[in-house]
């Protein structure tokens, strides 16, 4: 049976009308998931992270669902002047391999930073691309560059408080934070940020988070040198 579905877009910048594959749900199958909430899957057929970004084809603006529904005349102005004035017709809506996913997640990453897109849509993007580089194509200095660029991103989230419009609770996004700095070996940060979620008021309403995150302070603590307080 075809994994796949066409979804239907309407490119906000050219008006173009596209499709672009996606995973039917019933064949996305989890194998691991690792504990930034990577999750690898039974197939690469099956990866759903290689169809996270739609581009358009006709003017190479690059999207995903989190992206603004509406753009700016900034914005337009942008992409038209950017990306669409130096675009080439191709078509990205086929059966992906994870070269072509990955070039689909620059342009996406590409068309979020010309159009100001949010902190936390643009740590979704680099966090995702992190995962691919994990675990169909092993490469760990690209994984590291984008893992680094994702934590800054959720940072700057935090501080701007916009991952609540996106439905991501404070106790996951500190979590998700600490567990990101360990990744990158910056462990007096992860600390911090997981010493937050255990303290955390709202801590009796995701228990499992809080137990993940105590777990990790503990590995930290038991392998490093890292002075930690409890």
Not at 126 to 141: D, F, G, M
Not at 154 to 170: A, T
Request: some cysteine; hydrophobic content about 30%.
């Amino acid at each position: 049976m075809d994994p796949y579905y066409s979804r239907n877009i309407s490119c906000r910048n050219c008006k173009y009308e596209y499709s672009t594959l996606k995973i039917k749900s019933r064949f996305i199958r989890p194998l691991t998931h690792d504990s930034d909430f990577c999750t690898t899957y039974h197939t690469l057929e099956t990866n759903p992270l290689l169809y996270y970004v739609s581009v358009c084809p006709n003017c190479g603006y690059a999207v995903t669902e989190e992206f603004s529904s509406k753009l700016t005349k900034e914005a337009l102005l942008a992409i038209q002047t950017k990306i669409q004035k130096h675009w080439q017709f191709k078509n990205y809506g086929q059966q992906r391999t994870v070269e072509t996913a990955i070039n689909a997640y620059k342009l996406g990453i590409y068309s979020g930073i010309i159009t100001k897109e949010s902190p936390i849509v643009m740590a979704g993007l680099y966090l995702r691309l992190a995962w691919i580089y994990r675990t169909v194509e092993p490469s760990q200095n690209q994984e590291l560059r984008f893992l680094k660029l994702a934590v800054d991103q959720f940072e700057l989230s935090y501080s701007l408080g916009d991952y609540e419009e996106k439905d991501m609770s404070e106790i996951k996004l500190l979590y998700l934070i600490g567990d990101l700095h360990c990744r990158i070996d910056s462990e007096r940060q992860a600390i911090q940020y997981f010493q937050m979620v255990i303290r955390h008021k709202h801590k009796d309403k995701e228990k499992r988070l809080v137990e993940k995150a105590r777990d990790r302070w503990y590995e930290i603590r038991r392998s490093s040198k890292v002075k930690v307080s409890s």
